[in-house]
């Protein structure tokens, strides 16, 4: 069996009998796709049952045989191979139908901006698929029409405009709109077309310096106050949401004891100028500073900063009326208590800054937490209302503060404080008093240590111990309570022989180190109680003796031993 070549149709067997028929099998006859071509079972004839497409199926391979009329095989199978010619039945298709791309302003002539890349599904190995680029349309066409072009075969776009014209601040917009054509044939007559927008946007370059709107503003402050007093303006033709737009403001001259600050506004760019250490009339009534404005981006090499990157600031300062000032503040003194009332104290010292004014100062207690101060409106000076006492709970740490004010006749008058400190010298004013006042022991002891007892004084060195702790003066005392001195401020109190159980009140002589000394006579309870494995009851120990009366009962028990 004879297969002709590949466009031909027919297939002859050199052994076809009259009861033998064709067969054709394979993908494409018997197979699926089925159907799309047929064999006649007599002639041999193959023919193409439906339009074939080489974008979906190229190829196919198909089978022929003979059989008898009772389908045994007689001849082959023999191969047919079927190969779809491409026509150019498909456009060019790009991926996308916008495109964007972005180029620098002033970039070189020849700059690759972007590159537009379309498929066509027709056979890659003839021209119904190569393609070819052209630019059909930019919009806008100022400055020029052709301010692009692309590359046919590669479908690179470059820019064709000067550098100089490709000016973003100058063109009549920031983005072109090209409509690029992509046909295949290589571009023929005859060829089909798919078309795509690009988007060219020209992007900034710090190539313009800002300046100032103006050469000089001028501003002006209340002494005393900060904040911004004053806003510079910018021009900058520069892309605003860029650092090549964004300004940064510096103070190069006037500012020696840096009492100004400037910072940059974000939303208008503006340079807030702000007063940060308060201002003095009396010391400078106007500033003048220099100020640079510079971007955040650098410029590029062929610009600078002109001189309208500089402006000056006139700050005029407000003359306020300012409350009095003391001095010193605080002002100590050092005093000792207990002096007569109406005693001189110290004299304030208050001064008014506004000295190109000519204004009295009047003097008034504030604050004086004990009431012992008076002060005489006019001079300022400071005298005792009242005795002065270290140990008063207004004093801590032996200093006494107390807050006076001083206010000018100013319109409206102006007020200042200032604070006096007593340093308060101790006075044997105290006398030393028992601790602890109350103590325990059981009926039955006999030449037991009671307690440690000590005493305390509210005054301080030298005016406190060593203390002196003695038994009263009365008779008898010494034949049942002893005292032993431990330190210079604590002693031993001994029980000689057992009590009945009661409270017994012992007197007590407590005397300081000051000078004069001071003494104190005071009792020490005691409270006999009954004592049984190892607790101690006084409930029942309520009976207060006097101390004539312990004296008594002593006297009379040493009598009858």
Known sequence: MELFGLGQSHVISSDMKEDHIFRLTGKGADQDPKGVFSINKLTGEVAVSRALDREAIAFYHLQ?????????????PVDLDVYVIDQNDNRPIFRESRYSGEVLEGSPTGTTVMTMT?????????DNAVLRYIILRQSPEKPSPNMFYIDPERGDIVTVISPS?????????????LEIVAKDMAGSEVGLTGTATATITITDRNDHAPEFTHSLFQASVDEGSTGVVVNLTVDDRDDPATGAWRAIYS????????????????????????????LDYESTMFHTLLIKVENEDPLVPDVIYGPSSTATVYITVQDVNEGPVFFPDPLMVTKLENIPVGSFVAVLNATDPDYLQVQSIRFAVLRDPAGWLSVNPVRGMVNTTATLDRESPHVHNNRYSAVFMATDNGNPPATGTGTLIIKLEDENDNAPYVVPSVTRVCEDAKEVNVAVIGARDKDIHPNTDPFKIELGKQPGLEKTWKISRINNTHSQIMLLHSLKRANYNVPLVLTDSGFP??????????????CK??????????????NMLLLALLTL????L
Request: net charge negative.
């Open 517 to 530: 000394p001071l003494t104190n006579n005071t009792e020490l309870k005691v409270q006999v109680c009954t």
């Open 557 to 560: 028990s040493l009598l009858c």
């Open 165 to 177: 014209l490709l000016d973003r601040e100058t063109l009549p917009t920031t983005q072109y709109e």
């Open 64 to 76: 022929v045989s003979t059989t008898d009329m009772s389908g045994k095989l007689v001849e082959g």
């Open 533 to 546: 494995k190892n607790r101690m009851d006084c409930s029942g120990a309520d009976a207060l003796l006097t």
């Open 118 to 126: 379309a498929f066509d599904a027709d056979d890659p190995n003839t």
């Open 251 to 278: 103070i190069i001259n006037g500012d020696p004891n840096q009492s100004f600050e400037i910072h940059t506004n974000p939303d208008n760019n503006e340079g807030m100028l702000s007063v940060v250490k308060p």
